[in-house]
């Protein structure tokens, strides 16, 4: 099965997980849209799960080997631009996108630089930092749902906090940005990124704040309070530097990082939502 698409079988999940945990798992690489259709409609024939796979940055694999099979759109790269509307594929690394953007000077996105993530993961979360998400930007979405390919205008998409009502895989968005002068694009990403390495554990992997804010009630600040940075369970560690991250410490397994999770929510009592997504 699936003999007509890029593939890796049986490949190590951590390379693909910032959190670098996790068992073995079979990864499909389209290359377009008609075989994205033909690997979506072949894993429905056969009975398959699937799961979208952006960057891994906000995910965690669990300890054995996957059966659902992992679909990457890493392929699906290309920017296109018209005056100060790009349209982005869904495989665009943000690093990458912030690297178009400060050459054809446009201004914007400058918040996301230094998010691991790529493009379509981004937008289906509705990934933000600093005041700014994603889906304040986007104008339209190219999505494929029921094995058609539609355009949603950005009047019918709803993006609130780290969620949308996008129900479909992403294939690309446009985003509309404004013209700046390069300096300060240069200025603000350098400054953006500051930020996140001064309040981040980024020399240890992890797959970053790992609940989501409840109303005005930041989880970091509540595990912080109750002194709980440090914790250990096996690998993992709750960063001694940023209370919402969970750390890949030493050799961490997923279980680790789920039992610490359950610490947390016991410890909080509040009920928290993680907002890193957990596969099973
Ligand atoms: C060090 C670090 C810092 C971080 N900082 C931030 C931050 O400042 N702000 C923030 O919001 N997040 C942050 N994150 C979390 C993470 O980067 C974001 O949630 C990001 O949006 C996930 O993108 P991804 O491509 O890695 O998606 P993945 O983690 O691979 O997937 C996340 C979800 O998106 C879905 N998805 C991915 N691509 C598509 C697609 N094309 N179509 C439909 N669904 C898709 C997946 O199925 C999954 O449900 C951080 C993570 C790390 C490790």
């Known amino acids: 099965m699936f003999e007509y698409v890029e593939k890796i079988k049986n490949a190590d999940l951590k390379n693909y997980s910032t959190f670098k945990i996790g068992g073995k798992g079979t990864i499909l690489f389209p290359k377009c849209v008609c075989e994205l259709k033909k690997v979506i409609a072949d894993c429905k024939k056969n009975g ?18 996957l059966k659902i099979i992992l679909i990457s759109l890493k392929n699906f790269k290309k920017i296109k631009k018209n005056g100060n509307f790009l349209q982005v594929d869904a495989g665009v690394n943000l690093f990458f996108l912030n690297k178009y953007c400060l050459d054809n000077c446009l201004s914007g996105l400058e918040w996301s630089y230094g998010i691991p993530a790529s493009f379509g993961g981004l937008v289906y979360m509705n990934g933000g930092a600093y005041g700014s998400s994603i889906g304040e ?65 980024l020399e240890y992997p992890s797959a970053g704040s790992v609940f989501k804010r409840k109303g005005e009630i930041f989880p970091a600040k509540i595990i912080d309070n109750l002194n709980l940075k440090g914790t250990t369970i096996g690998g993992a560690e709750i960063s001694q530097q940023h209370a919402g991250f969970i750390i890949n410490k030493h050799n961490a397994k997923a279980i680790d990082v789920l039992a610490l999770i359950s610490y947390i929510k016991r410890k909080t009592n509040l009920n928290l939502e993680e907002e890193i997504v957990v596969l099973r």
Request: glycine fraction near 4%.
């Open 48 to 65: 398959l799960d699937y799961f979208i796979l952006g960057n891994g940055s906000n995910v965690l694999f669990p300890d054995y080997d």
């Open 137 to 201: 930007f986007i104008e339209r979405v190219k999505v494929l749902k029921n094995g058609k390919v539609m355009w949603i205008d950005k009047n019918s998409l709803n993006f609130s906090y780290r969620t949308s009502n996008i129900d479909g895989i992403i294939i690309c968005a446009e985003i509309h940005l404004k013209s700046e002068d390069k300096m300060k694009i240069e200025e603000k990403q350098r400054y953006f990124f500051e930020c996140r390495k001064n309040t981040q554990p």
